[in-house]
């Protein structure tokens, strides 16, 4: 396979991470300012949810780092190895990390979405625990996929 077959794979988990790393560096301090010049009573709640989001940034930048791991794997035509599986092992463990830190979180969103009376909130609070969530089921598929394959491959070429 020649290299940079990937390329647009790769650019895609760029602009993948671009949003989540200007949400990091300018939309949540930005909330945070405004949150303190407009004292509300639900701010200490609001803090905890942006604790959160920061904390699941970890994880996140972590996948989209061995997501590209991947993709250079593939370019080197090495996809179906020990390495390609543990990569997505890894995206697996922290899409789970991400869920289970928003449903740590749950209780916040819930709290907010029932003082301000705003239902919404507790939907966008699920859908950051599912989303990550249904990610690490489709890593674990393709987990699962990969290692048959690689212990199919070695079966066939011990047969020859």
């Known amino acids: 396979m020649k290299k940079g077959t990937t390329l647009f794979l790769k650019l895609a988990v ?3 991470a671009l949003p989540i790393l200007a949400l990091c560096v300018l939309g949540l301090p930005t909330i945070v300012r405004s949150s303190i010049a407009h004292p509300w ?6 803090y905890g ?17 061995q ?3 991947l993709l250079g ?6 996809a179906f190895s020990f390495d390609s599986v543990q990569a997505l092992n890894r995206i697996k463990w922290s ?3 991400i869920s289970a830190i928003y ?3 749950m209780p916040l969103f819930y709290i907010i979405g029932e003082l301000d009376d705003a239902p919404g909130v507790i939907l966008i609070g699920m859908a950051f625990t599912f989303a990550p969530a249904v990610i690490s089921v489709f890593a674990a598929v393709l987990q699962r996929l990969l290692k048959e394959a690689i212990e199919f491959k070695a079966e066939n070429e011990l047969t020859v």
């Open 73 to 78: 794997y593939i370019d080197k035509s090495n």
């Open 49 to 65: 949810i942006i604790g959160g989001m920061y904390v699941t940034a970890i994880p996140f930048f972590y996948a989209l780092y």
């Open 103 to 105: 449903i740590v979180l």
């Open 95 to 97: 899409g789970l990390t």
């Open 67 to 69: 997501a590209m791991k």
């Open 41 to 46: 009573e639900l701010n200490r709640y609001l």
């Open 14 to 16: 760029i602009i993948i």
